[in-house]
């Protein structure tokens, strides 16, 4: 059974930083590209960041673009997100994913996911 384990969520002003981790166990970490997606209250969720299975390619939606940034290390089976100059509109609950197969930017492309972490941004 693979597990996703989200941290570091949490309260912060606008303009602060926050970093989320994820750690993953079940399969080989290594072996599977993986992500972030985030939904807002009363939205759809949406695709932040993804991160290719070495880590040397990354996509990000056009909203965390320059503020976000999505990390891995194999080594400790841990996936990272970076947020930067946050924003009220940041806020929701991120959810890390584990990549199967298809567009990444689809939810139906991810067949793992956390139980999910809130970040919320005051004003």
């Known amino acids: 059974q693979v597990q996703l384990v989200e941290s570091g969520g949490g309260l912060v002003q606008a303009g602060g930083s926050l970093r989320l981790s994820c750690a993953a166990s079940g399969r080989t970490f290594s072996n599977h590209a993986m992500g972030w997606f985030r939904q807002a209250p009363g939205k759809e969720r949406e695709f932040v960041a993804s991160i290719s299975k070495s880590g040397d390619s990354t996509r990000y939606a056009n909203s965390v673009k320059g503020r976000f940034t999505i990390s891995r290390d194999n080594a400790k089976n841990t996936g990272y997100l970076q947020m930067n100059s946050l924003k009220p509109e940041d806020t929701a609950v991120y959810y890390c994913?584990?990549?199967?197969?298809?567009?990444?930017?689809?939810?139906?492309?991810?067949?793992?996911w956390g139980q999910g972490t809130q970040v919320t941004v005051s004003s």
């Open positions: 994913v584990s990549y199967y197969s298809g567009t990444y930017y689809y939810t139906t492309s991810y067949d793992y």
